[in-house]
């Protein structure tokens, strides 16, 4: 079974940045999908950053400019830097992965069939 592990959440102040980190067991080749995903109180899950198996990213204009999202096929890991954080992107965050090699869904989260568990951030 795929399984996925975010770590590296927390607080940070406002101008801050954080590195949140996803581990993905249970793989036998990198997913052809994967993305970032935040959740704040009262509101819809959202897409943030989107990779493909072939390196094309994609983000939401949101973040755009502020966050990178990258992978360490070696450790099996999918990373997203976030920089100048402000209280807006205070929200859980999980990574996904599609078992479909159609990754046209970028941000969408349905598209999505894998998830963590997620990882607090809160930003003051």
């Known amino acids: 079974d795929v399984q996925l592990v975010e770590s590296g959440g927390g607080s940070v102040q406002s101008g801050g940045s954080l590195r949140l980190s996803c581990t993905a067991s249970?793989?036998?080749?990198?997913?052809?999908?994967m993305a970032w995903f935040r959740q704040a109180p009262g509101k819809f899950r959202e897409g943030i950053a989107h990779?493909?198996?072939?390196?094309?990213?994609a983000y939401a204009d949101s973040v755009k400019g502020r966050f990178t999202i990258s992978k360490d096929n070696s450790k099996n890991t999918l990373y997203l830097h976030m920089n100048s954080l402000n209280s807006e992107d205070t929200a859980m965050h999980y990574c996904?992965?599609?078992?479909?090699?159609?990754?046209?869904?970028?941000?969408?989260?349905?598209?999505?069939?894998?998830w963590g568990q997620g990882t607090q951030v809160t930003v003051s």
């Open positions: 996904a992965t599609a078992s479909s090699s159609d990754c046209t869904w970028k941000l969408v989260p349905s598209a999505y069939d894998n």
């Open positions: 249970g793989y036998t080749a990198s997913p052809a999908c």
């Open positions: 990779l493909e198996r072939g390196g094309d990213e």
